[in-house]
Nanobody, 123 residues
Framework: VQLQASGGGSVEPGGSLTLSCVASGGPILSWGMGWFRQRPGQEREFVAAIVWTGLTTDYIDAVKGRFTVSRDNEKNTLYLEMNNLQPDDTAIYYC?????????????????WGQGTLVTVSS
């Protein structure tokens, strides 16, 4: 499975972006998917995850109410809708896939990773 993330860019505080992650080389129907980010000078961290059915999601507190993770299994695509972006959201965002049961927050649980897409929030 190969993952290709896109949709990053530069926005002002309060702006919005939607990231996409397209999977190829195999269906992601039964895979859990997640978004991680690496902010400048910091380690990569979990942001959001969604189980294969799309019925269960999880977010870090810092993005709850602002970010929404979703997926379209027919299109083999994962999304991260980001609203009210703040400078602290500036980071490289990575998508990842895992085949465990339930929501996974640990990087080590994810088998496949996209290349990352840069999100910059500044005025």
């Amino acid at each position: 499975v190969q993952l290709q993330a896109s949709g990053g860019g530069s926005v002002e505080p309060g702006g919005s972006l939607t990231l996409s992650c397209v999977a190829s080389g195999g269906p992601i129907l039964s895979w859990g998917m997640g978004w991680f980010r690496q902010r400048p000078g910091q380690e990569r961290e979990f942001v959001a995850a969604i189980v294969w059915t799309g019925l269960t999601t999880d977010y870090i507190d810092a993005v709850k109410g602002r970010f929404t993770v979703s997926r379209d299994n027919e299109k083999n695509t994962l999304y991260l809708e980001m609203n009210n972006l703040q400078p602290d959201d500036t980071a490289i965002y990575y998508c990842a896939a895992e085949n465990r049961v339930g929501i996974q927050r640990k990087e080590s649980e994810y088998m496949y990773w996209g290349q990352g897409t840069l999100v910059t929030v500044s005025s």
